[in-house]
């Protein structure tokens, strides 16, 4: 289903009650989160209205990407970014953070941790944003839906639209990152697109069947949401499936 919000921090709130909502409910709560400018304004709802002694205990949180050959310390790297926007904002222990290692020595044995993490602890929510191309994590146009963690070739749209993360200008070839196969085995899954810069790609998800790309794959799942404000809605024309 696709949800049109008048603005992005309607769409904010409302992913921030629905991350409450299964943090609370879920009787294992395990998160996988984009990083990246679309998701901010959620993560920082949901860390102003977290209840602090409440089950945030028993939170687990799974990588979906990270940059091949960038440390997670490194200022651009993914987990950095979210541990910006999210980790640091509320009480979570290390243990309960699971992420990608972008500098691991053996990058198959690092794409099958991560898969053994999530057959112990299957994903129950799952926030993604879409890039400029349609990606889904790292999942690139023109390659094959994957159905577990790999490494991939970035595209060229990917490594320019990414130097905006980092202080200076950084060599980017390959991500490591989740299938799409394992974000739509998540049990709920919100993809949130905002802004008008994203308004291309959104027509051509909605209306161009023969684009596919990456984000298509999640079409026509009960149980995944398209969340857009009306910015990145602009060229569509859909009714009776507005909120907000």
């Known amino acids: ?56 205990k028993d939170l687990r949180i799974v990588s979906l990407d990270e940059w091949v050959g960038i440390d997670r310390s490194s200022e651009g790297s993914c987990y950095q970014m979210l541990n910006q926007d999210l980790f640091s904002l509320i009480p979570l222990e290390s243990e309960q ?10 990058l198959a044995q690092e794409c099958s941790r991560i898969d053994r993490y999530i057959e112990q602890y299957p994903i129950t929510f799952s926030l993604m944003g879409v890039g400029m191309n349609g990606h889904i994590g790292l999942n690139e ?49 919100i993809t949130a697109i905002t802004g008008e810069r994203k308004a291309e790609i959104v027509r051509e998800i909605f209306c161009n069947p023969d684009a596919k790309l990456p984000a298509q794959a999640l079409l026509g799942y009960e149980h995944i949401d398209f969340f857009l404000d009306a910015k990145a809605a602009k060229y569509l024309d859909i009714s009776g499936e507005h909120a907000g």
Not at 97 to 106: K, L, M, S, Y
Not at 148 to 162: F, G, H, M, Q
Request: charged share 30%; hydrophobic share 35%.
């Open 1 to 56: 289903m696709i949800r049109i919000f008048e603005t992005e921090e309607e769409l904010a709130r409302e992913i921030a009650r629905e991350m409450q909502q299964r943090l609370t409910e879920d009787e294992q709560p395990v998160f996988c989160l984009a990083s990246g400018s679309t998701p901010q304004k959620s993560y920082a709802q949901f860390a102003r209205d977290i209840d602090r002694e409440g089950r945030v």
């Open 97 to 106: 953070i699971e992420f990608f290692d972008g500098t691991a020595a053996d």
């Open 141 to 189: 146009p023109g390659s094959p839906v994957l159905d577990c963690s790999s490494v991939v070739e970035l595209s060229a749209t990917t490594k320019e639209v990414a130097q905006k993360y980092f202080h200076e200008r950084t060599v980017l070839t390959e991500g490591i990152t989740l299938g799409l196969g394992q974000v739509i085995r998540s049990r709920r899954v």
